[in-house]
Every structure is written in structure tokens, then in C-alpha cells.
């Protein structure tokens, strides 16, 4: 498993040192604007790190889920599917791969980006973005406070529900690769099939409710990552019957 995962991470390296190096670049333009004190350099440097991060972390599942594709329709990837290992043991590493790379990508960006308002408001950053955020919370729903178990609970949860859909977008793909491969119209039925599927597992989740906001957090995240199990068990079987060698 552990050189499967090797694997996985050397095939997306490419593309995350592209988003370093835009990284980079955009925060050169955000410290430019503030030495310079160019409000309009300032606030295109700002403009650019938010869009980065937030293509950035969400490129993380779609580069797993890339990289399958083209292990399953590419000669050379086709390979891979002809070495001792099972489809499980694959298609884990991928899982495992994308959740690694969502934590490292998430606390990247964060770290940065506390960096950055420390660089603007001084020492009472952490106060400043708390307030912030309660203020937005508090607007969004009065019953949700800002506190640790809460943020705690909510990050789990998107994580888990992002896990959810990257495994979703896999037993869409894999289907098109399998089942449906060679017929006509196989990547609009695919593509129909994971905006269902994925709209289903969404609805589902959002019934979960506990009576504190952290515990239907966790729950919501602990539901997303059991339906996400079961997809994960779906593809490695359609994988080991239809295209394991």
C-alpha cells in the first residue's frame, strides 16, 4: 500500500507544484501592495490567494480523480491494473492520497492565510477573523456559535462530505469505463448518474440533526464517510470484475 501511495502522490506532484508556484506568485503581488502601500496591487494580491486556495484545495480531489481516468482509458496507466495488487489496494491509495492532500492543502492555505491578516491587522488578528466569522454565523443561523468543538466538528464534516463526492465521482467513472464503455451517450448517463447519486447522498445527509450543532456536524460527517465506504466497496468490485487483468 505504502508504494501504491507513492505512486499516487509522485503522478499529482506536477500539478501541486504548479499551484505552489501560482501560490507563490500571488503572494509576492499581496506583500508588493502592502510595502508599497498600493491599495489596488493590495487588493488584486488578495483576489488572487483567495481563488487560488479555493481552486487549489478543490483541484486536490479532482486530480485523484483525473488520474483515475487515465489509469483506467490510457495504455500506460492500464499497467498499473496488471501488477499484484488488488483494485482495493488501488483504488485506497487513491482515497487515501486525496484525504492527504485535501488536510496538507487546507492547513496550507490556513497557515497562510493567518499569516496574511496577521501582516494587515496587527496583533489582534485571531480576534478580528473570530468576530468576523461570528457575525457571519450568527446571520446565517442564530442558533450555531463559534467555538472550538463546533469548528472542529464542521471541518471534519466537510471533509468527510468532500471524501463522499470524490468516491461518488469514481463509481460515475468507473461505470463509464465498465459497464457503459463503447456505448453512445455513456458520459452524459455517467454524468447524470453522479449528479443523482450525489444529490441523493446531500439530502440524505441533511435529514441528520442532533440537538447540539457540533454532534449533527459529526454526525452529518460520520454518515458521509460510512456512504462513501460503500461506494469505495462498489467501485473496487466493478473494478476487480471488469477491469483487473
Given at each position: 500500500m505504502l508504494r501504491l501511495l507513492k505512486y499516487e502522490l509522485r503522478k499529482t506532484l506536477f500539478a501541486k507544484l504548479v499551484i505552489l508556484a501560482i501560490t507563490v506568485v500571488a503572494e509576492v503581488v499581496f506583500l508588493a501592495g502592502y510595502w508599497s502601500h498600493n491599495e489596488n496591487t493590495l487588493v488584486i494580491g488578495c483576489g488572487l490567494l483567495t481563488a487560488v486556495a479555493v481552486t487549489?484545495?478543490?483541484?486536490?480531489?479532482?486530480?485523484s480523480l483525473v488520474t483515475l481516468h487515465?489509469?483506467?482509458?490510457?495504455?500506460?496507466?492500464?499497467m498499473l491494473f496488471m501488477t499484484p495488487n488488488s483494485c482495493y489496494r488501488i483504488l485506497g491509495a487513491k482515497v487515501i492520497e486525496c484525504a492527504l492532500s485535501l488536510l496538507i492543502a487546507g492547513a496550507f492555505f490556513f497557515g497562510l492565510a493567518m499569516l496574511d491578516f496577521n501582516i494587515l491587522l496587527g496583533n489582534n488578528t485571531f480576534k478580528y477573523i473570530w468576530d468576523?466569522?461570528?457575525?457571519?454565523?450568527?446571520?446565517?443561523?442564530?442558533?450555531?456559535?463559534?467555538?472550538a468543538p463546533v469548528l472542529s466538528a464542521l471541518a471534519f464534516s466537510l471533509l468527510a462530505g468532500w471524501l463522499c463526492t470524490i468516491t461518488t465521482a469514481y463509481l460515475a467513472d468507473v461505470i463509464s469505463s465498465s459497464l457503459l464503455n463503447g456505448k453512445k451517450g455513456n458520459l452524459l448517463v455517467t454524468f447524470l448518474f453522479f449528479l443523482l447519486l450525489n444529490y441523493g447522498v446531500s439530502k440524505l445527509v441533511s435529514l441528520v440533526s442532533a440537538a447540539d450543532v457540533a454532534m449533527t456536524f459529526v454526525w452529518q460527517g460520520l454518515i458521509a464517510l460510512g456512504l462513501a465506504g460503500i461506494m469505495y466497496v462498489v467501485t473496487a468490485r466493478l473494478m476487480e470484475k471488469y477491469l483487473s487483468v
Open positions: 487549489g484545495i478543490a483541484l486536490m480531489g479532482i486530480l487515465k489509469d483506467m482509458n490510457t495504455r500506460q496507466g492500464y468576523f466569522f461570528t457575525d457571519v454565523l450568527e446571520m446565517i443561523s442564530p442558533q450555531i456559535s463559534l467555538t
